[in-house]
């Protein structure tokens, strides 16, 4: 398919349907989910906040308080936010769909909320809050390290990665090699996430694209394509979320999931980037 042919509105429309039946689905749950579980649910939360974003992007921001009139088509935002879906998806398809059982699940999660929380512990609180939220965040990861240290995936570790592990909180692969145990093709795991990374930390690349799309039509045909980008990262997420959740929607809109799955998997950018 060619991504300046396809009707983004209509593709939009359908995504938007199936996020809202995801959604009601993981509200009308009856049943209080486990820690683990319960951040699943974020990831989910997350990746649709990303997609509106995205789409309220599409056709240009506008500012206009009265005083001020400008609007701008802002590229470098649209693959910024496609990265940040990107780096989502992988890590819950890390964490929560590559993990062999239980015990990896849980010092893949674990091990996930531990590195968060020892980077908070460099922040510098404002306020008295502030301070006894790090004190009591010092002391949940104490018995997060109790867990983790504990876990068979851990203790079978070589000694340097052990070191490694405790001292700078490695746990998991780069982003590119996550897209490999997706079996994402070897294009497109090696160009998409180095492409999408030079917008987002201004490489002159980024620059260099943004001055020569001077055409409105050019800008238009490459905002597409990072559509096509987002519905395949997404569907990349939903057809595992939905699985992995026990979600129910009709086969018609999961097989649609698939769909645009499939093409992530495979080489589409290579043609048309």
Not at 86 to 100: A, G, P, R
Not at 123 to 132: K, R, T, Y
Not at 141 to 150: A, D, F, L, P, S
């Amino acid at each position: 398919m060619d991504p300046n042919k396809i009707d983004i509105d209509n593709e939009i429309v359908q995504f938007m349907q199936i996020f809202d039946k995801v959604d009601k689905a993981i509200q009308n749950k009856k049943t209080i989910p486990d820690r683990i579980t319960a951040y699943g649910y974020e990831f989910f939360i997350k990746i649709y906040c990303h997609f509106i974003t995205m789409c309220t992007l599409r056709n240009g921001s506008n500012l206009d308080d009265g005083k001020i009139q400008v609007k701008v088509q802002d590229y470098s935002a649209i693959l910024t936010i496609n990265r940040a879906t990107l780096e989502t998806v992988l890590l819950f398809y890390y964490i929560y769909i590559d993990s062999k059982n239980n015990e990896e699940l849980e010092f893949r999660y674990y091990s996930w909320e531990r590195e968060g929380m020892l980077t908070r512990q460099h922040f510098i609180p404002l306020d008295a809050d502030g301070i006894e939220k790090l004190k009591q965040e010092k002391n949940a990861i104490i018995e997060i390290e109790k867990k983790v240290y504990n876990n068979n995936c851990f203790k079978i570790l070589p000694k340097d990665q052990k070191a490694e592990y405790k001292n700078r909180g490695k746990w998991r692969p780069g982003w590119k090699n996550i897209m490999k145990i997706m079996n994402v093709t070897p294009y497109q795991s090696s160009f998409l996430y180095s492409y999408l990374s030079s917008y987002a930390h201004c490489e002159y690349l980024n620059l260099l694209q943004n001055s020569q799309m001077t055409d409105i039509n050019e800008r238009k045909k490459m905002v597409n394509i990072q559509f096509w980008v987002l519905f395949e990262i997404c569907s990349a997420f939903l057809y595992e979320f939905i699985k992995k959740s026990d979600i129910t929607i009709e086969k018609e809109k999961y097989d649609y999931t698939k769909f645009w799955k499939d093409i992530f998997i495979n080489d589409f950018l290579k043609n048309v980037v």
